[in-house]
T-cell receptor
């Protein structure tokens, strides 16, 4: 049983498109992280959410605690957004990771 | 501000050898973590620590040991290396999970056991 389900697994978009990545989880959580892993392997934390919505530049993350669902949106996508995006909810002492969404943005 | 520093970046070990992966953070984060990422796979938690003197097992702790004698340092020890431990290892740190801006990751250690 997977505690975290991400969709889609792979996504190819044209530059400028609006992108949505979804994350559903089955556990009661303290917080949920969205991570970005670039092709070179480095991992960057994009957002930490415990409720509502956060925005940083062209990135928006939302969470619905009742529905156990989070989304990551990228507006006006750019080739430099090409990366693997990972949803990572946790309960405070249990840490879960989605398998990631591989995004490729084509110029 | 260095963030999270991992050493070494690359290492090749022979089966049965031991080594320590070093991790240091300078952000005064309470929490520190060790993850491994196998080729084409997601992150798996090996061990974590919520503060100096406190460590807990994650999903895949077998074959590894950790210690947390200071807030800054969280070394990961591999005893009797096996080919199944070939992976990329990431150290990370954070404040307690309900505050702060999330994880800060080190740049990773690519380990090959032959």
């Amino acid at each position: 049983k997977n505690e975290v389900e991400q969709s889609p697994q792979n996504l190819t978009a044209q530059e400028g498109e609006f992108i949505t990545i979804n994350c559903s989880y089955s556990v009661g959580i303290s917080a949920l992280h969205w991570l970005q892993q670039h092709p070179g392997g480095g991992i960057v934390s994009l957002f930490m959410l415990s409720s509502g919505k956060k925005k940083h530049g062209r990135l928006i993350a939302t969470i619905n605690i009742q529905e156990k669902h989070s989304s990551l949106h990228i507006t006006a996508s750019h080739p430099r957004d090409s990366a693997v995006y990972i949803c990572a909810p946790n309960t405070g002492n249990q840490f879960y990771f989605g398998t990631g969404t591989s995004l490729t943005v084509i110029p | 501000n260095a963030g999270v520093t991992q050493t070494p970046k690359f290492r090749i070990l022979k089966i049965g050898q031991s080594m320590t992966l070093q991790c240091t953070q300078d952000m005064n984060h309470n929490y520190m973590y060790w993850y491994r990422q196998d080729p084409g796979m997601g992150l798996k938690l090996i061990y974590y620590s919520v503060g100096a003197g406190i460590t807990d097992k994650g999903e895949v702790p077998n074959g590894y040991n950790v210690s947390r004698s200071t807030t800054e340092d969280f070394p990961l020890r591999l005893e009797l290396a096996a080919p199944s431990q070939t992976s990329v290892y990431f150290c990370a740190s954070s404040y307690p999970q309900t505050r702060g801006d999330g994880y800060t990751f080190g740049s990773g250690t690519r380990l090959t056991v032959v």
